[in-house]
């Protein structure tokens, strides 16, 4: 890449403008880690761990496994599941088997789930073996195409020991009862062979992942990612890091074969933490703990704090909500946190009080950055050092990223350094586009200089050092803790309300988690309800971080000409409320 504006000053010394060499398929990271470092620990769980080794024999067995199944290349195969130990194997093993994979967000009702197993067209799913996940699981997949459903139990991932206590008290998770023809994970890798089916992989052009995102334009859509995406953005991560490892030295590329430990808080389902979480620690052959649940805990929370003081975690992606709940945990001081080194912050804006309180109990660096869904996520980071990074940005465009600010009409024009306009990203993490969506990929990217941009649906610009500043959103979506909700995602449920007429959704400010969301409710003539009503709707409705914090019944909502709501008028008019 030739220099840019943002090859100044402040770009890290020593990093490379570019990266090279990752045009292979996701898998080889896995393949390699176990190549060099096989009896190397990958995976935490409830102190039981899987070697490097014993990961590739798994997803071998997988890919081995969904072959006998019927599954060809370019078949959908979706993972239902929160952060367990299952989850790196079956991930890898549907890529070996030249599957697509799916991610579905483990609070997803079941309707929900059903709608991106019917777009995606998935054709067999991993679910969790509880009562809450595999029951959504068997009510998600009626009317769809899936055929096999394999249920993932925890008890082999347990020290023996703790296997045998949690069985014989009961407190392993399992369903009620399984329906007929699943099948269980474990019988599953028993009758398999660790021969993976041989599947000529075109990693620039063959799907990685299919990952449901509202993108710019509110309904989910599956953003369709390659294997390129992936691995480019892993190399470009692992050139950007640097990190003081003992103090007094000087910042270097992070450590290989043991010597880090990621701390899993972040959901894989979400790109965010299966790039810069799961798939970098297999990308230097560090260890990974799995933290289904980061509210564990009493007061919520404190299994994260005590993970990290027992494990000793050096690397934690998070989204600004977790810093903050470490930093207001009211026995935060009875434990020794001190072993985090770096922390990537992304998601959402990171307060500058809650960086510089969480840097000073625990001595880590937090960098902020950027990226979407559609850019498997990250395009843009703040140098990892504290000396040149830029609190209140979102840092550079990573090596081998291009980024412009061009204007909203077109969004062809490129503006002037410090002038607004909208995000636009050209690099080799951008996706091929969104799953069967052609028109709305034709209002998403632009041909620009002869390359092609996506536009991000934010608006900002460079500031005088070649920093990217974010200063607003184009569309409507709301970032609730670093989840993006979108207003008519959360409207459409709404309206399947028997007493509601019309609903409009906007985001208001929160200081835990960002932003909440509000909803406007206007209901049908001559009926009544209450505000605990449209609540319990909302939870059996909608996964938690969707439903709106705070309702409202208005007698009338206001319209546009056409009849269309506007969410801008009541946004107005909450901010009007703050400033007050």
């Known amino acids: 890449m030739e220099k840019k504006p943002w090859h100044g000053a402040r770009w890290p010394e020593g990093v490379a403008f570019d990266v090279q060499d990752y045009n292979q398929p996701v898998y080889t990271l896995l393949d390699e880690a176990a190549r060099q470092y096989p009896n190397n620990v990958y995976t935490i769980f409830n102190d039981g761990t899987r070697t490097y080794a014993q990961v590739k024999d798994a997803a071998d067995r997988i890919a081995w496994f ?121 019988d599953m890798l028993k009758q398999s062979q660790p021969q993976p089916p041989k599947v000529a992989i075109d990693p620039m052009e063959d799907l990685a992942l299919v990952i449901y995102s509202g993108g710019t334009t509110g309904v989910p859509k599956g953003a369709s990612l390659t294997h390129v995406n992936f691995m480019y953005d892993v190399a470009a991560l692992d050139e950007w890091g640097r990190l003081v490892h003992e103090p007094g030295q000087k910042p270097e590329k992070l450590r290989r074969g043991g010597f880090h430990t990621y701390l899993g808080v972040l959901p894989w389902y979400h790109s965010f933490g299966m790039t810069v979480c799961m798939l970098s620690a297999c990308g230097t052959g560090n260890k990974m703990v799995c933290v289904p649940d980061p509210r564990a805990g009493t007061p919520p929370f404190t299994e994260v704090l005590k993970i990290v003081q027992k494990h000793k975690c050096t690397i934690m992606p998070a989204v600004p909500t977790i810093f903050v709940a470490f930093i207001n945990h009211p026995l935060l001081n009875q434990f020794d946190v001190t072993s985090l080194i770096g922390c990537f912050s992304g998601g959402a804006p990171l307060p500058p009080e809650v960086c510089r309180q969480f840097e000073a109990k625990t001595g880590a660096v937090i960098f902020e950055g950027y990226g979407l869904s559609e850019t498997a996520p990250v395009a843009s980071s703040n140098p990892t050092d504290a000396k040149n990074r830029k609190i209140g940005s979102i840092g550079l465009p990573i090596p081998g990223t291009d980024i412009k600010i061009v204007d909203l009409e077109t969004g062809i024009q490129e503006l002037p350094q410090g002038q607004d306009g909208e995000i636009a990203i050209c690099g080799p993490q951008v996706m091929k586009g969104y799953w069967q969506r052609p028109e709305v990929n034709a209002e998403i990217f632009r041909t620009i200089d002869g390359k092609r941009f996506f536009l991000s649906g934010d608006i900002g610009h460079y500031d005088e050092d070649g920093f990217i500043v974010i200063t607003d959103r184009k569309k409507d979506m709301i970032l609730v803790g670093g989840f993006n909700v979108y207003p008519r995602d959360v409207e459409d449920i709404l309206f399947t309300h028997p007493k509601v007429a019309l609903a409009a959704v906007v985001g208001v400010p929160d200081a835990k988690s960002g932003e909440a969301v509000k909803a406007f409710v206007q209901l049908k003539p001559g009926v009544t309800a209450a505000v605990e009503e449209i609540n319990d709707f909302c939870k059996e409705n909608m996964a938690g971080y969707k439903r709106p914090r705070f309702i409202e019944f208005r007698d009338q909502l206001p319209v546009s000409n056409v009849g269309k709501v506007l969410r801008r008028v009541l946004r107005d008019e909450e901010r009007a409320k703050v400033k007050k």
């Open 66 to 186: 969904l072959a006998s199944r019927g599954v060809k290349k370019g078949d959908r195969v979706a993972i239902f599941l929160p952060n367990l130990p299952h989850y790196p194997a079956i991930f890898f093993g549907i890529l070996k088997a030249g599957a697509v994979c799916v991610t579905c967000n483990p609070l997803y009702t079941a309707n929900e789930l059903n709608y991106q197993l019917n777009d995606s067209g998935s054709t067999v799913v991993f679910c969790m073996d509880h009562p809450q996940f595999y029951k959504t699981t068997v009510d998600a997949i009626k009317d769809t195409d899936v055929k096999t459903v394999v249920v993932c139990n925890v008890k082999s991932y347990l020290p023996t020991l703790k296997g045998l206590i949690g069985g014989l008290l009961g407190k392993i998770p399992k369903a009620d009862h399984h329906e007929p023809g699943h099948i269980m994970f474990d």
